[in-house]
């Protein structure tokens, strides 16, 4: 890859404020996202780090023009999208989606799983029922298994229809919270093979957001430590974690479960002591 | 402590528990032959994914399964005494003496609407009537700090949407350890929190458990947590134990494709392709005849014995007990990677 190439994704010095009214006295402004520029590079994976309240679902929420935004820009194949409306916003979702976490509540549990993943087809008025078969095909979901209803599927089944359908309308960049942290450690491996095979048979580029950072080692090429708002720490993924510069990077590597008995002995004694905070109200669901 | 326990007489002791649903005429089997011991001041980890029995064995012996759901069989001596038909009352006794609890979400079990405070003092003294409530709150105080709240006094004053996920996970553990309980039962205990927030609240239940000699059952789908934590491992896997031992031997040497597949199968960080489990646990309503891991596994190799013949729990070499027809297969292959 040349390093002259338009970014995928630009996101430059964006910085998301949320004002809190108070009933008496002055109102008060929390800064959810500082300051934030990440770039995401075509075909390549950038994992994004940090704990419950650090800003980063803020942050993924921005991307879609959930967020107030007070400064900055956010920019998809070049274009601005910052403060875009409806029409923009839907061409914009035929090359940017999103991918849950949860596959339990992301689902409609009423409709059938073809229905599911043919639903933003049919909103984009190009609705082939072969088309679906082919999605869900892709990520090893039978025909047969598409007409039942997701109660009836796994945790892990159901990740798969949520990939399905956030690639029906083809987009080149996939948001993924947390999209293997709900699902039991068997399946999340195949999760995590299916998601490096669809990005190298369709050229996606993937923005990674997940607090596990074995997942984010595993899968990224790139790292983004965020805490409090802002980025603390970025680099490609073997410097980051080989080497990592910021205080609070390393304390996060240090809480990395071990992985066998020797490791675990040596590690029992030491853990850093210091519970992050970003202050009492936490924009974050 | 009572003097009179030995380290090596259990603490508790189940045997062949079976629990059961009854929908319509079809019974479900959920849980089935599960046998182990907890002896005194130990921690015993059962991991498993969800669906596995995990959680509904611990739940069995707090006498807290669901509604729909029944022990269909079996033993669960704590202490020396059948806690199996015991009364509500009898029951509910010994839960917070005998045995504290702590589960994963903090949040579901605080009442949102009143201070931390005095919930948890009250929680002391549901199980222990004759404490005042002075003493009751010191208790709780002493313990809070112990577990790492600062300025307990101060803090408790506030209501639990006011404390973070990790503070609320402490709270539960200074209630569980109130009145010295015996036995511990963490179910899932820092799940719902953060990496740092994790390795915290772990230490701090270690701590709090030393000071008051607890054994613990830990329940977690997180093997680097059992690993740091405990002695002794079971792995379940469909209603069954697949390996039990202790957990350096089951991690150097796992005597069940199960055990192996699951440590293979973890993201260490590595960018090379993960060995992956294939498919799906069986729902326990079509269990496979035979071996319920066979259509999984990667020693079956269509031998006809694992789809005819369930395996039992037996002892292998390595002194780990096994659920495998070929464990020995497994132990002369090698250590996992």
Redesign the interface.
């Known amino acids: 890859m040349s390093g002259s190439e338009t970014p995928l994704l630009e996101i430059d010095d964006l910085r998301v404020q949320y004002k809190r009214k108070r009933l008496f006295g002055a109102s008060t402004v929390l800064t959810a996202v500082d300051g934030v520029s990440l770039s995401l590079q075509r075909g390549k994976t950038l994992g994004l780090v940090g704990?419950?309240g650090c800003g980063k679902s803020t942050l993924m929420r921005s991307l879609f023009g959930l967020t107030p935004i007070v400064s900055g820009s956010i920019k998809v194949m070049g274009e601005d999208v910052t403060g875009s409306g409806r029409r923009a916003r839907r061409r914009l979702s035929s090359r940017m989606q999103m991918v849950f976490q949860d596959p339990y509540s992301a689902l409609d549990p009423r409709m059938t799983v073809h229905e599911i993943v043919a639903e933003p087809l049919r909103l984009a008025g190009r609705y082939r029922a072969q088309e679906v078969t082919d999605l869900l095909d892709r990520v090893g979901v039978t025909a047969e298994m598409a007409r039942r209803k997701p109660s009836e599927f796994?945790?892990?089944?159901r990740q798969r229809v949520g990939i399905a359908r956030a690639l029906a309308l083809s987009p080149d960049i996939l948001i993924l919270d947390e999209p293997v942290s709900a699902l039991?450690?068997?399946?999340?491996?195949?999760v995590?093979?299916l998601l490096?095979d669809l990005q190298q048979s369709l050229q996606l580029t993937y923005l990674f957001v997940s607090?596990?950072?074995?997942?984010i080692?595993?899968i990224a090429d790139d790292v983004a430590v965020m805490y409090r708002g802002r980025i603390v720490e970025e680099g490609t993924s073997e410097r980051v974690?080989a080497h990592p510069a910021d205080a609070y990077t390393r304390?996060?590597l240090?809480?990395?479960?071990?992985?066998?008995?020797s490791e675990?002995r040596r590690?029992?004694a030491t853990?850093?002591?210091?519970?992050?905070?970003p202050g009492?109200a936490a924009p974050e669901a | 402590m009572n003097d009179s326990i030995r380290a090596d007489v259990p603490l508790l002791s189940v045997r062949d528990l079976r629990i059961v649903s009854d929908s319509g005429d079809e019974q479900i089997v959920l849980v089935d032959g599960v046998s182990f011991d907890v002896f005194p001041g130990e921690t015993l980890c059962i991991v498993g994914e969800s669906g596995s029995g995990k959680s509904l064995t611990v739940l069995a012996v707090m006498g807290l399964l669901p509604p729909a759901l029944r022990i269909g069989g079996g033993s669960i001596l704590f202490q020396g005494r059948e806690m199996i038909g015991l009364p509500e009352r009898e029951l509910r006794s010994i839960r917070g003496r005998g045995i504290g609890m702590v589960f994963q979400d903090p949040m579901t079990s605080l009442n949102p609407l009143r201070r931390i405070g005095p919930q948890l003092t009250e929680a002391v003294r549901l199980h222990n009537p004759r404490a005042s409530r002075k003493d009751a709150s010191a208790r709780i105080q002493d313990l809070l700090q112990q577990v790492g709240v600062t300025q307990p006094e101060r803090s408790t004053r506030a209501y639990p949407h006011e404390w973070s996920g990790g503070m609320r996970q402490r709270a539960m553990i200074a209630m569980a350890m109130a009145n010295d309980p015996d036995l511990l039962i963490a179910d899932e205990p820092t799940t719902a929190l953060d990496v740092t927030i994790q390795a915290q609240v772990m230490q701090s239940l270690a701590r709090v458990r030393a000071a008051h000699d607890s054994a613990m059952i830990l329940i977690t789908h997180n093997l680097g947590l059992a690993v740091e934590n405990a002695s002794r491992i079971i792995v379940m896997y469909s209603g069954r134990i697949v390996e039990f031992g202790d957990v350096a031997t089951v991690f150097e040497q796992p005597t069940h494709p199960y055990t192996r597949a699951l440590l293979a199968s973890l993201v260490t960080g590595g960018r090379e392709r993960i060995p992956a489990i294939p498919g799906n646990p069986p729902s326990p309503r079509n269990r496979p005849q035979g071996c319920a891991f066979a259509p999984r596994c990667a020693l079956h190799a269509g031998r006809d014995v694992c789809t005819q013949k369930r395996p039992e729990l037996r002892p292998t070499v390595s002194g780990s007990l096994s659920a495998c027809h070929f464990a020995e297969e497994l132990l002369m292959v090698g250590t996992a990677s």
């Open positions: 704990e419950s796994s945790g892990g089944q039991d450690v068997s399946i999340q491996a195949q995590l093979n490096a607090h596990d950072l074995s997942v080692r595993h974690f304390s996060l240090a809480a990395i479960p071990a992985m066998g008995p675990a590690r029992r853990a850093a002591e210091s519970e992050p905070s009492s």
